[in-house]
Nanobody, 119 residues
C-alpha cells in the first residue's frame, strides 16, 4: 500500500501563488506515476497534472498550462504542484494520486487539501 498526504492549501488572492506538497510513504517503489486532481464545488473531479516517477515526464491540463508546474523529489518521496497566476476558477479541493505501472488508473489517493482563491 501507498499512503499520500497533501499539504499547502489555503486562501490566496487572485493573481497569487501557492505550492502544494504530497508526501508519499509505504511501498513507494511501486509507484509509476503521480498526479494532481482537483474537484471544485458541485463539479466533477478533473485531472490537473501528472509526472512519471523515473523519467520525470510530465503532462497537464490545458486549463493550467503555463501557470501550474508539477515536479517530484524522489529522495524526499514528495510531489509538488507550483501554482501561479491563480484565479477564482482554480478554487477546489486538490488531491494527490499515485498509480503503479498496471493498472493504468490511479489507485492511491490522498485526503485532499483545499485551495480557495478570492477575487
Amino acid at each position: 500500500q501507498v499512503q499520500l498526504v497533501e499539504s499547502g492549501g489555503g486562501l490566496v488572492q487572485a493573481g497569487g501563488s501557492l505550492r502544494l506538497s504530497c508526501a508519499a510513504s509505504g511501498f513507494t517503489g511501486r509507484i509509476y506515476a503521480m498526479a494532481w486532481f482537483r474537484q471544485a464545488p458541485e463539479k466533477e473531479r478533473e485531472f490537473v497534472a501528472a509526472v512519471t516517477r523515473i523519467t520525470g515526464s510530465t503532462s497537464s491540463a490545458d486549463s493550467v498550462k503555463g501557470r501550474f508546474t508539477i515536479s517530484r523529489d524522489n529522495a524526499k518521496e514528495t510531489l509538488y504542484l507550483q501554482m501561479n497566476s491563480l484565479t477564482p476558477q482554480d478554487t477546489a479541493v486538490y488531491y494527490c494520486a499515485a498509480r503503479e505501472a498496471t493498472p493504468t488508473h490511479y489507485v492511491y489517493w490522498g485526503q485532499g487539501t483545499k485551495v480557495t482563491i478570492s477575487s
